[in-house]
């Protein structure tokens, strides 16, 4: 059974930065691709970013030049660093392992609120 556990939302001014991280209980080596998503109240859940097991990466339009995505394989760990952020990124962030490009296992999800 895959486990995904996310940390290191929070409260945070617009502007500000924050760090998530997604630990993997087993290999994430062996999820070619790995994604963070986010869902807003009363908004369908919504893609952010994807990275690929070689490192390569896809972004929402609404988060690029400002998220980065990145995975330690060795270490299980997929991270979003997000700068400059803006009240509408406000949500609840999840942590995705996927099977070909579709997402199957969920972590539980992250807080994340930007005042403004």
Same mark, same amino acid.
């Given at each position: 059974?895959?486990?995904?556990?996310? /940390?290191?939302?929070?409260?945070?001014?617009?502007?500000?930065?924050?760090?998530?991280?997604?630990?993997?209980?087993? *290999?994430?080596? /062996?999820? &070619?691709?790995?994604?963070?998503?986010?869902?807003?109240?009363?908004?369908? !859940?919504?893609?952010?970013?994807? %990275?690929?097991?070689?490192? *390569? $990466?896809?972004?929402?339009?609404?988060?690029?030049? !400002?998220? $980065? %995505?990145? !995975?330690? &394989?060795?270490?299980?760990?997929?991270?979003?660093?997000? &700068? &400059?952020?803006?009240?509408?990124?406000?949500?609840?962030?999840?942590? *995705?392992?996927?099977?070909?490009?579709?997402? !199957?296992?969920?972590?539980?999800? $992250?807080?994340? $609120?930007? /005042?403004?």
């Amino acid at each position: 059974q895959v486990q995904l556990v996310e /940390s290191g939302g929070g409260l945070v001014q617009a502007g500000g930065s924050l760090r998530l991280s997604c630990v993997v209980s087993g *290999s994430i080596f /062996s999820f &070619n691709v790995m994604g963070w998503y986010r869902q807003a109240p009363g908004k369908q !859940r919504e893609l952010v970013a994807q %990275i690929t097991r070689g490192g *390569s $990466t896809n972004y929402a339009d609404s988060v690029k030049g !400002r998220f $980065t %995505i990145s !995975r330690d &394989n060795a270490k299980n760990a997929l991270y979003l660093q997000m &700068n &400059n952020l803006k009240p509408q990124d406000t949500a609840v962030y999840y942590c *995705s392992a996927l099977l070909g490009w579709s997402p !199957r296992y969920w972590g539980q999800g $992250t807080q994340v $609120t930007v /005042s403004s």
